[in-house]
């Protein structure tokens, strides 16, 4: 069965400085995918950075990357020159491509609390 | 692109009366899904449509909950005979998506936080 697993509970980080937000995952299937995902104290899960199994290139989005180790089963999240408005919750999600047509969802890890000091 | 909406955002009712919510998808979307989310954890899937086909049910949706998308469009989370344990939030989200692709990307409503006393 799948599985997200996210180890830190809570990381903080300097104002400017850059935060890895780690992640591992659990699946038999050769096709996946993996996302990061931010939720604010307003609740609104939002979307971060996505990144394909079969994709040979770690993911970038402006300040985001993932740091993806296919062998190690990991899939790291780097915030690079970390704000204040960064501080939020963290979220790693997996979704399986090898799935039956007809279902389709995300499973997510129990996330990472970052916080963002000047 | 008015983004997912949801109905009410908090809801507080006395254990054992019934809660319905509603949840708006992005208009061209045709799959819609439901999570609760505890204080503390992530989100657990709890339902998925595709248009207005109730596709997969995760075995946390007991028959104490009923969700329904019936033109394809809006979808209602229903949860009879409410107990403590459902306090969460319950979050609703949606995409467009044909096949077993793994690169849509889910786009979240900002979720309806039920308390029952």
């Known amino acids: 069965a799948q599985k997200i697993t996210q180890t830190q509970p809570g990381m903080f980080v300097q104002e400017k400085e850059a935060v890895t937000l780690d992640c591992t995952y659990d699946?038999?299937?050769?096709?996946?995918?993996l996302f990061w995902y931010k939720q604010p104290s307003s609740g609104e899960m939002i979307f971060l950075i996505y990144?394909?199994?079969?994709?040979?290139q770690n993911a970038t989005e402006g300040r985001y990357s993932l740091n993806f180790q296919k062998a190690r089963k990991s899939a790291n999240l780097v915030i690079s020159a970390s704000q204040l408005g960064d501080s939020a919750m963290y979220f790693c999600?997996?979704?399986?491509?090898?799935?039956?047509?007809?279902?389709?969802?995300?499973?997510f890890g129990t996330g990472t609390r970052l916080q963002v000091f000047p | 692109d008015t983004g997912v909406s949801q109905d009410p955002r908090h809801k507080i009712t006395k254990r054992g009366q019934n809660v319905t919510f509603r949840c708006d998808p992005i208009?061209?979307?045709?799959?819609l899904y439901w999570y609760r989310q505890t204080l503390g954890q992530g989100p657990e899937f709890l339902t998925y449509f595709q248009n207005e086909a109730q596709l997969e049910k995760s075995r946390l949706l007991s028959d104490r909950f009923s969700a329904e998308r019936p033109k394809g469009s809006f979808s209602t989370l229903e949860i009879q005979r409410t107990e403590q344990g459902d306090s969460a939030m319950y979050l609703c989200?949606?995409?467009w998506g044909a096949g077993p692709a793994t690169n849509e990307k889910l786009f979240f409503g900002s979720g309806t936080q039920l308390s029952v006393l």
């Open positions: 699946t038999s299937d050769q096709s996946y995918g």
């Open positions: 999600a997996m979704r399986e491509g090898e799935r039956d047509y007809n279902t389709d969802k995300l499973i």
């Open positions: 990144q394909g199994s079969y994709d040979e």
């Open positions: 208009s061209e979307h045709n799959r």
């Open positions: 989200a949606s995409t």
